[in-house]
């Protein structure tokens, strides 16, 4: 069984930093893009950054320049370096990863359960 698990999350005042990472777990062929959603109370949920397995990114417009995210395929860890954070960041921040689990399978979409991120002002 595959298990995405987010850690890093906490409170933190405007200006600051937080590196949020994110492993996948469990009997798994390969992992495809991986990358990060948050959500705001009250509001949907919104993309926050994107990695394919090649490395390739893609960011909202929101978080450009001041987040970064990364991956170590040996350890099957997604990260998002958070800098310059500021109270509109604040959300429950949820890693996903498109996961193989075999060979045979096509990948599908394994979420993990959320860590939440607040910026005080």
């Known amino acids: 069984q595959v298990q995405v698990v987010e850690s890093g999350g906490g409170l933190v005042q405007a200006g600051g930093s937080l590196r949020l990472s994110c492993v996948a777990s469990?009997?798994?062929?390969?992992?495809?893009?991986m990358g990060w959603y948050r959500q705001a109370p009250g509001k949907q949920r919104e993309l926050v950054a994107t990695i394919t397995i090649g490395d390739m990114t893609n960011y909202a417009d929101s978080v450009k320049g001041r987040f970064t995210i990364s991956r170590d395929n040996a350890k099957n860890t997604v990260f998002l370096q958070m800098n310059s954070l500021k109270p509109e960041d604040t959300a429950v921040y949820y890693c996903?990863?498109?996961?193989?689990?075999?060979?045979?399978?096509?990948?599908?979409?394994?979420w993990g359960q959320g860590t939440q991120v607040t910026v005080s002002s």
């Open positions: 996903y990863g498109d996961i193989r689990v075999t060979v045979s399978f096509a990948s599908r979409t394994f």
């Open positions: 469990g009997s798994l062929f390969r992992i495809n893009g």
